[in-house]
């Protein structure tokens, strides 16, 4: 017993147009820094150009993304594509990830054999890419929260002028002291920046297909306050998970009085059950379907039913 909802992506907002932007801003950004860390032979262009070649495949990968989640469900797909923003970020964290661990051994071992940096170029080049970032995250900031695809997007280009900073930084350095390391020393700023990011991120999405209950939703919590509800007796077989982002579900058998079949009750009670998860909690669920059951329909069930 449940209501009738419509799976269609109802909810999924049309981000194309923004991650269309930061992706064309971004892919000029990879193609200048490109140049630059040829001409310069810095390792913190490099590893910079290397993570806008990452940032453009994500972003151009949350493009894609964006696209399906607005496909409509269909009989085989009961959530549309819904889940293709969860994949998108997933991927995106993965590849982040195996950067940030490149940067931090290349940078290492250019703190021991430093190559010389010229410094005039690696300013120009830092500065392209810090201003082109810039207008990327104006662009991304305002929905930066809307889902994991926008976030990791938002996330990978903030890194990204993080890293531009720490080019500029290092050209600084060298042309003032003459420590090479320095170009070293940003490479391995760049990483630590990249990596507790990726990882978080990775984490999460990991959480998600894992169909791990939704963050912030107390399940022992949910089950006490179903029995508060007259006539309730028992909740078992209770699952919650999350599709996508703003897109929770939860599932539950619940026992209710005998008489609840007789009366007509029972249907009042489902109403009261589903209202319940939609409203009475931080984590409003929508999408939720209960079985009302009489007590010893629980003897007819699977052993895994708990």
């Known amino acids: 017993m449940g209501h009738d909802h419509d799976h269609a992506p109802a909810g999924a907002e049309d981000h194309r147009k923004r991650?269309?932007?930061?992706?064309?801003i971004t892919a000029s950004i990879l193609v200048a820094e490109a140049i630059g860390a040829i001409l310069t032979g810095s390792l913190a262009l490099l590893v910079d150009t290397a993570h806008m070649l990452t940032d453009a495949g994500g972003l151009l990968l949350a493009l894609f993304a964006a696209t399906l989640t607005l496909r409509p469900a269909s009989p085989q797909r009961t959530w549309g594509y819904r889940r293709a923003e969860v994949l998108a970020a997933l991927a995106q964290s993965a590849v982040l990830l195996a950067v940030g661990i490149y940067v931090l051994v290349e940078?290492?071992?250019?703190?021991?054999d430093p190559p010389d940096i010229p410094t005039t170029e690696l300013v120009i080049f830092g500065?392209?890419?810090l201003v082109g970032n810039i207008a990327s995250l104006l662009v991304l900031?305002?929905?930066?929260?809307?889902?994991?695809?926008?976030?990791?997007?938002?996330?990978?280009?903030?890194?990204?002028?993080?890293?531009?900073?720490?080019?500029?930084?290092?050209?600084i350095v060298i042309a003032t002291t003459g420590w090479q390391q320095a170009d070293a020393v940003a490479g391995l700023l760049i990483g630590a920046l990249i990596v507790p990011r990726a990882l978080?991120?990775?984490r999460e999405t990991i959480t998600v297909l894992l169909e791990a209950t939704p963050p912030g939703l107390d399940l022992d919590k949910v089950r006490s306050h179903l029995l508060g509800v007259e006539h309730v007796r028992e909740v078992h077989d209770l699952h919650a998970s999350?599709?996508?982002?703003?897109?929770?579900i939860l599932s539950a058998?619940?026992?209710v009085d005998e008489g609840c079949f007789n009366d007509g009750h029972a249907g009042r009670i489902l109403d009261q059950l589903q209202e319940c998860v939609a409203t009475h909690f931080d984590v409003p669920v929508e999408h939720s379907t209960f079985q009302v059951e009489p007590a010893d329909h629980r003897d007819h069930e699977h052993p895994s039913h708990v």
């Open 242 to 248: 999350l599709i996508a982002t703003g897109l929770p």
């Open 107 to 112: 940078g290492v071992q250019r703190l021991f």
């Open 200 to 202: 978080k991120l990775l």
């Open 19 to 24: 991650l269309a932007i930061a992706f064309a």
């Open 141 to 171: 900031s305002s929905k930066r929260s809307a889902n994991f695809n926008l976030r990791a997007a938002f996330l990978e280009v903030l890194n990204d002028a993080l890293g531009s900073v720490a080019v500029i930084v290092a050209a």
């Open 253 to 255: 058998h619940v026992v």
């Open 127 to 129: 500065v392209i890419g």
